[in-house]
């Protein structure tokens, strides 16, 4: 078997399971951004959302006008860090609330990919774990967005917030403990919308448990029906 073949092939899976490219690559963002620090860090961030948003489309095979709203947003977010880097950090709640929303757009498509009433396959398996890491992104971005505009919304151990302020990274992490219900107390809500968006996302995190357990026994038992 030649290399072009095989390349091929790999291709052509990549293809059948975007949705499993998709996760990959917010796994990634994941064990990376930590390591990032500096100058660079709100950069990677910015750079690094956008590829996620267009993988997503991608993923959900988005129409042209859609990739082309997403690399508007692409722009945009590029031209707010720079412009954060340079001191307006006004755009900063603006930017964090459109990721947020698109974000937040993207997670639906994902879901109503996995949760509609076709066969399950791989690439809905995989679909369904990356929507799940979405909604979390999409809460960190909204937690970040509360932060700018209520400076005590939460409150962290020193080792969090040495300087009292939640970078991006630290609120993606708080945004999976309260998404998966883990809860290790680290750091905590103070104001009251905090504590609105925190139950929000609790509430979320089970239903969509629930959902997908029941999309899953009502796709066995229809199966079961057709068997002779």
Known sequence: MTIALRMKRRLAYMRRNRCGVLLVALCLFILIN???????????LA??????????MWALRARRATLLALGLLALFTVNAVAADRLGEHWLRP????????FLGA???GLLYYVLDWRPITADKVFGAVAAY???AFTFASLFGWLQQLQPDAFHAAPVHAPDEHLDWPTMMYFSFTVLTSTGFGEITPVTKMARSLIIIEQVLGVMYVAFLIARLANLYRNSGKHRP
Do not use: D, H
Not at 34 to 44: I, T, W
Not at 47 to 56: E, N, Q
């Open 106 to 108: 993207v997670t639906t």
């Open 47 to 56: 750079l690094g959302l956008v590829v996620i948003l267009m993988l997503a």
């Open 94 to 101: 603006v930017t964090l609330l459109i990721t947020a929303m």
């Open 133 to 135: 890491v979405l909604i």
């Open 34 to 44: 930590p390591l990032v620090a500096g100058s660079f860090a709100a950069v990677f």
